[in-house]
C-alpha cells in the first residue's frame, strides 16, 4: 500500500498543517519508505511465537494496602504559606 500525496494533503487538512509542494512530495517518500521497512516484518516467520503484551516478564510490585495513621493537622499546615482554619489557603484559579 502506497501513500500518495493526496493522503499526505489530507493528513495535512487533519492536522491543520500547511504544507509546501516540496514538502508534500518528501512526506510522501519518507511515509512509503516507513512503509516500506515495516512490510518487511510481514516476511519473518511468526507462527511458533507467543503473542506478547509487554517485551520484558517484568511485573508490579505492589505494597500491602493497609490503613495507617494520619499526621497530625499542626504538622500538616504548618508549612502552608497561607490557611484559612484547618484548611491551605490557595488563590483562586476558577472565574
Given amino acids: 500500500m502506497a501513500i500518495t500525496i493526496e493522503q499526505v494533503e489530507h493528513i495535512a487538512r487533519l492536522a491543520k498543517l500547511e504544507?509546501?509542494?516540496?514538502?508534500?512530495?518528501?512526506?510522501?517518500?519518507?511515509?512509503?519508505?516507513?512503509?516500506?521497512?515495516?512490510?518487511?516484518?510481514?516476511?519473518?516467520?511468526?507462527?511458533?511465537?507467543?503473542?506478547?503484551?509487554?517485551?520484558?516478564?517484568?511485573?508490579?510490585?505492589?505494597?500491602?494496602?493497609?490503613?495507617?495513621?494520619?499526621l497530625p493537622l499542626e504538622e500538616v499546615l504548618k508549612n502552608a504559606p497561607s490557611r484559612q482554619g484547618n484548611f491551605f489557603k490557595v488563590p483562586k484559579v476558577v472565574k
Fill in 19 to 70: 504544507f509546501t509542494p516540496e514538502e508534500k512530495e518528501r512526506f510522501t517518500r519518507e511515509l512509503n519508505r516507513i512503509l516500506e521497512y515495516v512490510e518487511k516484518l510481514n516476511e519473518l516467520d511468526t507462527s511458533n511465537v507467543e503473542p506478547l503484551s509487554h517485551t520484558t516478564e517484568i511485573t508490579n510490585v505492589m505494597r500491602s494496602d493497609r490503613v495507617t495513621g494520619s
